[in-house]
């Protein structure tokens, strides 16, 4: 599933909230917000691109996630490496480390969480 920066942005706030109606949807945008309509196209595609789907409360809608945020951001994340680092995780994980200009604290945290998941990978 490819969700432009306006769904992904959407999604973001139906993640966070897990279950949330089109007032609360507009009231989360910044000034200048959006149309109603243009915030209703947004939804209509996403259900259509079954990211989301919603149950009737009255006349109103609730909109809820279908896939999970670190599921769509696991496979979002495994294209990018597979289109930009030819499909080399390791490529990707130098890239990272050297091109974004990480803090050492954030390079020792990397680290960590690395040597916690080689840990439990053994036997």
Do not use: C
Not at 14 to 43: C, N
Not at 57 to 68: H, K
Not at 95 to 117: G, Y
């Amino acid at each position: 599933m490819n969700l432009s920066k306006a769904e992904e942005q959407l999604m973001n706030l139906i993640w966070e909230k897990g279950r949330v109606f089109m007032k609360d949807i507009l009231a989360s945008y910044p000034e200048p917000k959006p149309a109603h309509t243009t915030v209703a196209t947004l939804l209509k595609r996403l259900q259509e691109k079954e990211a989301i789907y919603f149950e009737l409360f009255g006349n109103s809608r609730a909109y809820l996630p279908l896939v999970a945020k670190n599921e769509y951001f696991s496979k979002k994340v495994s294209s990018m490496i597979k289109d930009f680092f030819n499909d080399s995780p390791t490529q990707f994980a130098s890239f990272f480390t050297k091109e974004t200009e990480l803090e050492t604290n954030e390079l020792e945290e990397i680290k960590r969480i690395i040597e916690e998941q080689l840990k439990s990978q053994k036997p």
